[in-house]
C-alpha cells in the first residue's frame, strides 16, 4: 500500500524568504508523485509531478521538487516566497503500473507568507 | 476552455434527503473520480470510474453511489445524507493510458448535512 506523508501542517515564511515543504513517501515499487497547490475556495492544480525522467523536476510559479530515492522524499522548494504563493499544497503519490490511477494524498501543507 | 464542472458549488441540506452533486468534463477523459476533503485529513477518494458503465470503490465509498453512463458525466448519489459526510467534494478526471497523467479537478461541492 502507498501513503504520504507531509512533515508540518502549516508553515509560515517572510516574503522573499525560501520556502520548502516536506513530503515522504511509502510505497512497495518506485512511484509517480506529484505536488498540487489549492488556492483559496478554489479546486486543485497540478504544480509538478516526477515520472522517472529526472530526479529535478521543475514546475509552475517557479516552484522544483527534487525525487530522493534513498530518502523516500519528494520535497518541494521555492528559492522567494511571494504573497501570491499563501496556499494549501498536497504531495500525493501513485502507483507505476496498468491500470493504477488512484491517487493517495497527504494531508496537506498550508503556507502562510508573511509581508 | 478544458475544464471540469460541478454542481452545485455550496449546498445545504438535510439528514435524509437524497442529492445529487453532478459533475462533467468536456477533455474526453476516460477516468473520473470524486474526492472529499476534510480538515486534517487531506483528500480521500471516494469512488472512481475508468471507462463508461465501469466504476470502483475508492478508500470511503460508504453512504455514497456513482453512476457513468456518458463518458463526460460522472454523479455523485448520496441517497440518506448523514451529517458525517458534511464535507467539500471535488469531482476530478484524467486520460487512463497511465498513472502518470495529470488530473484536473472541478472547483468544489461544498456540502452541509444538517
Given at each position: 500500500?502507498?501513503?504520504?506523508?507531509?512533515?508540518?501542517?502549516?508553515?509560515?515564511?517572510?516574503?522573499?524568504?525560501?520556502?520548502?515543504?516536506?513530503?515522504?513517501?511509502?510505497?512497495?515499487?518506485?512511484?509517480?508523485?506529484?505536488?498540487?497547490?489549492?488556492?483559496?475556495?478554489?479546486?486543485?492544480?497540478?504544480?509538478?509531478?516526477?515520472?522517472?525522467?529526472?530526479?529535478?523536476?521543475?514546475?509552475?510559479?517557479?516552484?522544483?521538487?527534487?525525487?530522493?530515492?534513498?530518502?523516500?522524499?519528494?520535497?518541494?522548494?521555492?528559492?522567494?516566497?511571494?504573497?501570491?504563493?499563501?496556499?494549501?499544497?498536497?504531495?500525493?503519490?501513485?502507483?507505476?503500473?496498468?491500470?493504477?490511477?488512484?491517487?493517495?494524498?497527504?494531508?496537506?501543507?498550508?503556507?502562510?507568507?508573511?509581508? | 476552455?478544458?475544464?471540469?464542472?460541478?454542481?452545485?458549488?455550496?449546498?445545504?441540506?438535510?439528514?435524509?434527503?437524497?442529492?445529487?452533486?453532478?459533475?462533467?468534463?468536456?477533455?474526453?477523459?476516460?477516468?473520473?473520480?470524486?474526492?472529499?476533503?476534510?480538515?486534517?485529513?487531506?483528500?480521500?477518494?471516494?469512488y472512481y470510474s475508468m471507462n463508461v458503465e465501469v466504476?470502483?470503490?475508492?478508500?470511503?465509498?460508504?453512504?455514497?453511489?456513482?453512476?457513468?453512463?456518458?463518458?463526460?458525466?460522472?454523479?455523485?448519489?448520496?441517497?440518506?445524507?448523514?451529517?458525517?459526510?458534511?464535507?467539500?467534494?471535488?469531482?476530478?478526471?484524467?486520460y487512463a493510458l497511465a498513472g502518470y497523467n495529470e488530473?484536473?479537478?472541478?472547483?468544489?461541492?461544498?456540502?452541509?448535512?444538517?
Open positions: 500500500a502507498q501513503s504520504v506523508t507531509q512533515l508540518g501542517s502549516h508553515v509560515s515564511v517572510s516574503e522573499g524568504a525560501l520556502v520548502l515543504l516536506r513530503c515522504n513517501y511509502s510505497s512497495s515499487v518506485p512511484p509517480y508523485l506529484f505536488w498540487y497547490v489549492q488556492y483559496p475556495n478554489q479546486g486543485l492544480q497540478l504544480l509538478l509531478k516526477y515520472t522517472s525522467a529526472a530526479t529535478l523536476v521543475k514546475g509552475i510559479n517557479g516552484f522544483e521538487a527534487e525525487f530522493k530515492k534513498s530518502e523516500t522524499s519528494f520535497h518541494l522548494t521555492k528559492p522567494s516566497a511571494h504573497m501570491s504563493d499563501a496556499a494549501e499544497y498536497f504531495c500525493a503519490v501513485t502507483q507505476r503500473g496498468a491500470g493504477s490511477y488512484q491517487l493517495t494524498f497527504g494531508k496537506g501543507t498550508k503556507l502562510s507568507v508573511i509581508p | 476552455e478544458a475544464q471540469v464542472t460541478q454542481n452545485p458549488r455550496y449546498l445545504i441540506t438535510v439528514t435524509g434527503k437524497k442529492l445529487t452533486v453532478t459533475c462533467s468534463q468536456n477533455m474526453n477523459h476516460e477516468y473520473m473520480s470524486w474526492y472529499r476533503q476534510d480538515p486534517g485529513l487531506g483528500l480521500r477518494q471516494i466504476t470502483d470503490k475508492g478508500d470511503v465509498p460508504e453512504g455514497y453511489k456513482v453512476s457513468r453512463k456518458e463518458k463526460r458525466n460522472f454523479p455523485l448519489i448520496l441517497e440518506s445524507p448523514s451529517p458525517n459526510q458534511t464535507s467539500l467534494y471535488f469531482c476530478a478526471s484524467s488530473q484536473f479537478f472541478g472547483p468544489g461541492t461544498r456540502l452541509t448535512v444538517l
